[in-house]
């Protein structure tokens, strides 16, 4: 793994400080990583402009062992972009870590890549339903409000084999766990939390 790179999923709304923390532990831990996009720049929701290395097409998925996805305030400009899905899709193998957070675990879910699977995520079951997802779809999902209903029993995230998912406000623990996972060499404390 030590040679392959991260490829990081960037869309225009996307939550920049999500990202913050996973940025700098790549960087500690010297691990190349490449951010992908619909088209070269994006702008986040804080409005920072992002230049993507690479449109979705340019993945030579053989270079990457791990996926990092931020989350937005509302997907419905990409949950059904069949680029996105595809861009995803690639990545469903047990060998890929991935790493997913806010409102982004809903793209994984729509990709078919969390049945069975155990996974948490920044919305709301009730509101998805009205989205077209289905209760069963989402029988394995932490939503936001179960997450406030019971955070010392489920925690800051949830890992389920290789895919690691969150909400926005566990960025710093989401961020040192996708760290742990890639067996990174960097500094937990430099983050302000004791894991």
Known sequence: MKNKKTAILLFDLFSNYELSV???????????????????????????HAKCTKILEEIVIEEYDSLLIPGCMDLEDIISSERILNFLRKFDSKDMIIASISSSPILLLKAGMLENRRFMAGVIKEELVDEGFTMEQMKNMVDIKELRENYDDIGPYIVDDNILTSVGCNFIQFGIQFGKMLSLDFQPGWYGVNL
């Open 22 to 48: 996973a940025l700098s532990i790549l960087s500690q831990g010297k691990k190349q990583f490449d951010f992908f996009g619909l088209k070269d720049e994006v702008i986040s929701e804080e409005d920072l």
